[in-house]
């Protein structure tokens, strides 16, 4: 029999925190806070120096933290935001669920990521924030997109919905930069797929700055201070307590886990050197800088990608397409009339992008077989 290696598992990780989270979840049962009860504050309190920030927010998931992360510096309607079309919808739907516009800029081919080289030539008098994101766990080009945000007075926004912990240019521990950090306002999310996941959806907003972090805790309860007299028309968007106890007794293991899968995309990286001198045309994500890659995801570009994915579920080899149709292309889009070439890296890597297994316990094993089934993949044709 063939052995299976899936995608994603969580069982694993679950069966061993199973005790330790039943206890946390226990205690939330005991006070019966369930809205924005002690656990809540202790997160925000962990994550905030984690991301090298002085304020968290918990909030209801990753897309609601982008989108009170907009509504907190007031982007409405007619307002102009640019951000890369391969990402996740939400990066784009939170701008145009305020009447905003979104703006595409292409991507690198090697990183993914917004290339900062297209930012500049978009910027209008309507232009209010560059929205880069994280993807996958390496941090954007961050030193020109501050830089452009400064000489042009634009906000920036980071999507690091994928990026908890990643690092750009950490050239020493002291002046190394978080994801979330470096802009305005950072968006988490603890989707269950992410390297810190809760039990379903959460997400959290960090910021340096005391007037955003005031008006995004405001935002996410209706806007009232003091109860029932609204400030600000906000949203109910608070994490939940028990999503954040569990997320509090999982954050003690980040560390260790993003190691652990630091240490598979290495291994991924050293084993498919030999597929890749053997000029089949796959290509490796590029890391800059020596980034600190968190590595949510490791995406590779595959020609004849739709096949190989076919030939690796029929050997019981999971894969995922992360994203197959970028987001200029969606038909939601329409009406801002985009066109197949207009971004022709996203499109390309929107027809290539592959996900392998990724996540601490993937054993060496289950790693042989998937880099040895694509080589099969490619001598075969
Ligand atoms: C890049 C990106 N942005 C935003 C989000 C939205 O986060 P959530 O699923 O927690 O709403 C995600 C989630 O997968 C994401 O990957």
Same mark, same amino acid.
């Given at each position: 029999?063939?052995?299976?290696?899936?995608?994603?598992?969580?069982?694993?990780?679950?069966?061993?925190?199973?005790?330790?989270?039943?206890?946390?979840?226990?205690?939330?049962?005991?006070?019966?806070?369930?809205?924005?009860?002690?656990?809540?504050?202790?997160?925000?309190?962990?994550?905030?120096?984690?991301?090298?920030?002085?304020?968290?927010?918990?909030?209801?998931?990753?897309?609601?933290?982008?989108?009170?992360?907009?509504?907190?510096?007031?982007?409405?309607?007619?307002?102009?935001?640019?951000?890369?079309?391969?990402?996740?919808?939400?990066?784009?739907?939170?701008?145009?669920?305020?009447?905003?516009?979104?703006?595409?800029?292409?991507?690198?081919?090697?990183?993914?990521?917004?290339?900062?080289?297209?930012?500049?030539?978009?910027?209008?008098?309507?232009?209010?924030?560059?929205?880069?994101?994280?993807?996958?766990?390496?941090?954007?080009?961050?030193?020109?997109?501050?830089?452009?945000?400064?000489?042009?007075?634009?906000?920036?926004?980071?999507?690091?919905?994928?990026?908890?912990?990643?690092?750009?240019?950490?050239?020493?521990?002291?002046?190394?930069?978080?994801?979330?950090?470096?802009?305005?306002?950072?968006?988490?999310?603890?989707?269950?797929?992410?390297?810190?996941?809760?039990?379903?959806?959460?997400?959290?907003?960090?910021?340096?700055?005391?007037? /955003?972090?005031?008006?995004?805790?405001? %935002? &996410?309860?209706? +806007?009232? @201070?003091? $109860?029932?007299? !609204?400030?600000?028309?906000?949203?109910?968007?608070?994490?939940?307590?028990?999503?954040?106890?569990?997320?509090?007794?999982?954050?003690?293991?980040?560390?260790?886990?993003?190691?652990?899968?630091?240490?598979?995309?290495?291994?991924?990286?050293?084993?498919?050197?030999? /597929?890749?001198?053997?000029?089949?045309? %796959? &290509?490796?994500? +590029?890391? @800059?800088? $020596?980034?600190? !890659?968190?590595?949510?995801?490791?995406?590779?570009?595959?020609?004849?990608?739709?096949?190989?994915?076919?030939?690796?579920?029929?050997?019981?080899?999971?894969?995922?397409?992360?994203?197959?149709?970028?987001?200029?292309?969606?038909?939601?889009?329409?009406?801002?009339?985009?066109?197949?070439?207009?971004?022709?890296?996203?499109?390309?890597?929107?027809?290539?992008?592959?996900?392998?297994?990724?996540?601490?316990?993937?054993?060496?094993?289950?790693?042989?077989?998937?880099?040895?089934?694509?080589?099969?993949?490619?001598?075969?044709?």
């Amino acid at each position: 029999m063939k052995a299976k290696v899936p995608f994603f598992d969580l069982t694993h990780q679950f069966l061993f925190l199973k005790e330790e989270i039943q206890s946390a979840l226990d205690e939330v049962y005991k006070t019966q806070q369930f809205i924005l009860g002690p656990p809540v504050q202790a997160l925000e309190q962990a994550i905030a120096p984690y991301c090298q920030t002085r304020y968290a927010v918990g909030v209801a998931s990753g897309s609601d933290a982008l989108l009170l992360s907009l509504m907190a510096i007031g982007i409405g309607p007619g307002d102009e935001v640019i951000l890369p079309p391969f990402t996740f919808f939400a990066t784009a739907g939170s701008v145009s669920r305020l009447g905003a516009i979104p703006v595409f800029a292409d991507i690198d081919p090697e990183t993914y990521n917004i290339d900062p080289a297209g930012i500049e030539e978009r910027i209008t008098s309507k232009t209010k924030t560059i929205l880069p994101v994280h993807l996958f766990g390496q941090c954007a080009e961050m030193d020109p997109i501050l830089q452009i945000s400064k000489k042009r007075g634009i906000h920036v926004i980071e999507d690091a919905a994928q990026a908890l912990g990643a690092e750009y240019k950490p050239r020493s521990h002291s002046d190394s930069r978080r994801a979330g950090g470096m802009g305005d306002l950072g968006c988490l999310s603890f989707y269950p797929t992410k390297n810190l996941g809760a039990f379903g959806d959460a997400g959290m907003v960090v910021t340096n700055d005391p007037d /955003l972090s005031e008006k995004v805790r405001l %935002l &996410r309860a209706h +806007g009232s @201070q003091p $109860k029932y007299y !609204h400030k600000w028309i906000g949203i109910n968007s608070r994490l939940d307590t028990l999503q954040a106890a569990i997320l509090l007794v999982k954050f003690k293991y980040l560390e260790k886990w993003t190691e652990a899968r630091q240490k598979r995309a290495t291994r991924y990286q050293e084993l498919l050197q030999e /597929l890749i001198r053997s000029g089949v045309g %796959l &290509r490796l994500p +590029g890391i @800059q800088y $020596k980034n600190r !890659h968190i590595f949510n995801q490791y995406v590779i570009r595959a020609p004849k990608r739709d096949r190989l994915r076919k030939f690796l579920t029929e050997e019981g080899i999971g894969t995922d397409i992360y994203y197959p149709l970028p987001l200029h292309l969606q038909e939601c889009y329409s009406s801002l009339k985009y066109r197949l070439g207009d971004f022709p890296v996203s499109e390309q890597v929107a027809r290539e992008a592959l996900a392998l297994p990724i996540y601490p316990e993937l054993t060496e094993e289950q790693q042989d077989r998937v880099v040895d089934r694509i080589s099969a993949f490619y001598r075969k044709k």
